[in-house]
């Protein structure tokens, strides 16, 4: 069985050496793609044939998977970096960043450019040699996009490093570079891979209650004090799909949601301060609001809504939805009787439950929809979906919909307009 030429095993051994030398983004190595180089290294190196066959099917596996090439992924991973350079960049200019820590950036830029320029086609050709196959494995290769950054193109990586340390500040790292919407979930932050993909243009009614909400929201963008909101209103209305709508339109400007259920609201301080010094936007969604009587999750949201001795980061709002103006239940054995002395200032006690939405900076009122909101939402819809019917004949569907089913939404006319779209599809379907 023959083996690999010394020249190669010292190509490969200077490949190992490279991937494991680096200083800060040695993260881009725990991802599986990453994980299968490695080991594919390592079996080449040490002429293993049947590991060697293995490594290559897990790395192309590794790559298959996501559909993306191994440049790709490489690149994908330095600019989603979570490492002590893309953390103090977020904060500094590269001029005032400590000597070592950019020293250990340029040194990890220029090795991970090594292996960037690695072929894929070379790796197919050792393992064919060292395995002795009739012809190389199949080599998975896809169309190259023109990286996003300059310094990608550059001859030395390393000198393109203040561009870098500018899409880290814009972009954030880790997760929030990774991910536009997440999710508050047992104590910690976890991405959404596919959040709602609602945009505002889909939007229609309730004009003013969404032009004032974009109008806050541009205000957080631009680094002003902007206002904790309270959507509150009918159910269907539309107030979660708004919420959505901004995260997906101004992502690129920055803006992160994370969505936090009413069981995890004990947690909004911890989440709050996370998020401080993070130099993007950020919306805590809470949706569907509400409390019982001794909530303890009453009293973590106030905090956040009021303040306390910890100032208020400017980078956070909190944005939640309710279909009740008071979000603290009231019952009538609540209200203080004159026979009652339990108590001394019961009347005070329920004024702090009824007035807790006054909190919020802004109460954004959803009205129930009437007939000719409801008939605008549909028409709306039905335009975007490209449905072809006179408007005489969309109304009397539209409202027979809304008599059998949900009432008069906005979720209802969705709801109408994706059936009519699937029936009226399939019709034509059945016709050809």
């Not at 910690?188 to 004009?207: F, K, S, V």
Request: a negative charge.
């Amino acid at each position: 069985m023959s083996g690999l030429a010394p020249t190669v095993i010292a190509d490969i051994q200077h490949y190992r050496q490279q991937a494991r030398s680096l200083l800060l983004y040695y993260a881009v190595w725990e991802t599986p793609p990453g994980q299968a180089f490695l080991q594919l290294l390592d079996a080449l190196y040490a002429s293993d044939s049947d590991s060697c066959l293995q490594a290559y099917g897990n790395w192309f596996a590794a790559l298959a998977k996501p559909g993306e090439s191994w440049c790709s992924h490489l690149l994908q991973r330095i600019l989603e970096a979570d490492n002590p350079f893309s953390h103090w960049s977020q904060q500094t200019d590269l001029a005032h960043l400590p000597t070592p820590l950019v020293q250990a950036a340029r040194h990890d830029l220029q090795r991970l450019q090594s292996l960037y320029g690695f072929p894929e086609q070379t790796l197919a050709h050792w393992v064919q040699t060292l395995c002795q196959l009739p012809e190389p494995p199949v080599v998975w290769q896809l169309p190259e996009p023109a990286p996003s950054l300059k310094l990608f193109h550059l001859t030395n990586w390393s000198d393109g490093l203040d561009e870098l340390v500018a899409h880290y500040r814009h972009h954030g790292t880790g997760l929030f570079a990774r991910y536009r919407a997440l999710r508050w979930q047992k104590g910690q932050l976890l991405g959404i891979a596919h959040a709602d993909p609602i945009r505002l243009d889909q939007l229609a009614a309730y004009d003013y209650p969404r032009q004032i909400l974009i109008r806050n929201t541009e205000f957080l963008l631009a680094g002003h004090r902007a206002l904790h909101v309270l959507l509150y209103g009918s159910r269907g209305s539309g107030k979660s799909s708004l919420v959505k709508a901004l995260l997906n339109q101004y992502h690129p400007q920055g803006l992160r949601l994370v969505e936090v259920a009413k069981a995890d609201l004990q947690d909004l301080p911890q989440i709050v301060e996370q998020l401080r010094l993070v130099p993007l936007k950020f919306i805590l969604f809470v949706d569907d609001l509400s409390f019982e009587e001794d909530d303890d999750a009453f009293k973590a949201l106030k905090v956040v809504l009021e303040g306390s001795l910890t100032a208020r980061p400017d980078n956070v709002v909190v944005y939640a939805t309710s279909n009740r103006r008071h979000l603290v239940r009231e019952f009538f054995s609540e209200r203080p009787r004159p026979r009652d002395q339990d108590e001394v200032q019961a009347w005070d006690t329920l004024q702090e439950k009824l007035s807790f939405s006054d909190r919020f900076g802004l109460t954004l009122t959803f009205e129930a929809a009437d007939q000719p909101t409801y008939l605008t939402i549909v028409k709306h819809l039905a335009s975007q979906a490209g449905i072809q019917l006179a408007d005489a004949d969309l109304e009397r569907q539209a409202l027979q919909w809304a008599t059998r089913h949900n009432g008069r939404s906005g979720r209802t006319a969705g709801q109408f307009i994706d059936f009519l779209q699937a029936d009226l599809a399939l019709g034509e379907g059945d016709s050809d």
